[in-house]
């Protein structure tokens, strides 16, 4: 059984979507413990509608930094985390945890990268400079995270068109789309594979 922490700020519907995916597929795999930095983020009510553990932990809550991503290890200790999932983390994931769970977190990205990655690119940002750049397609990337933004290999991607007419909002509804698929099947491979 893998053993998941997903990390996520917002509203978290690529978690909901993995926490059906396993359910339904019988994926050997469990989301263990859902962090966030951010108190109101919706993944953090959904986790608990669940019955799944959510933390708040936001550096904010700590004297200085090396606290913050002691704390973040020690929960991470807890839950007996085998992979970590970013799903809608809006913070810069710190050195220690990166080195801590090398090749075992993973990020979705809404374009497809190496294309329209990196600092800044996020949210709307990314659907707005993948329009103006005049892209005939865009996606969704499952990527390894390193210590750099959106820098770390990419395991998968699935691409959807650009339509004509297309604004933001209305790409980043067909991306999201194909977010829901991919990282659920991405960790269906990795759950697959994983010998306890
Ligand atoms: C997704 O578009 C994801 O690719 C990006 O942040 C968004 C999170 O959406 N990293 P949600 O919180 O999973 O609904």
């Known amino acids: ?17 993995l926490h059906r995916t396993i359910g339904e597929e019988n994926i ?13 983020a919706g993944a953090l009510n959904l986790a608990r509608s669940f019955g799944i553990p959510a933390l708040h932990l936001s550096q904010r809550q700590f004297p ?23 799903a809608g983390y809006m913070k ?12 075992r977190i993973i990020n979705i990205h809404p ?14 940002h990314v ?4 329009l103006a ?5 865009s996606g969704a990337s499952v990527h390894y995270v390193d210590e750099e933004y959106d820098r770390g290999a990419v395991i998968a991607q699935q691409r959807v068109p650009v339509l004509p ?3 933001p909002e209305t790409l980043a509804a067909r991306v999201l789309t194909a977010e829901h698929t991919l990282l659920p099947s991405v960790v269906k491979q990795i759950a697959l594979n994983h010998r306890p």
Request: glycine share 10%.
């Open 28 to 40: 050997p795999a469990r989301i263990a413990v859902v962090i966030s930095n951010n108190s109101a």
């Open 165 to 167: 007419g297309d604004t």
């Open 133 to 137: 750049a005049g892209e005939t397609e």
């Open 92 to 103: 810069k994931m710190d050195a220690a945890v990166v080195r801590a769970y090398s090749q």
């Open 1 to 17: 059984m893998l053993n998941i922490a997903v990390f996520a700020s917002g509203r978290g519907s690529n978690f909901e979507a």
């Open 127 to 130: 659907h707005a400079a993948v």
């Open 64 to 86: 200085g930094p090396a606290d913050f991503h002691q704390a973040v290890l020690q929960s991470l200790a807890q839950y007996r985390t085998d992979l970590i999932v970013l």
């Open 111 to 124: 374009a497809l990268l190496p294309k329209f990655g990196g600092e800044g690119m996020y949210g709307m």
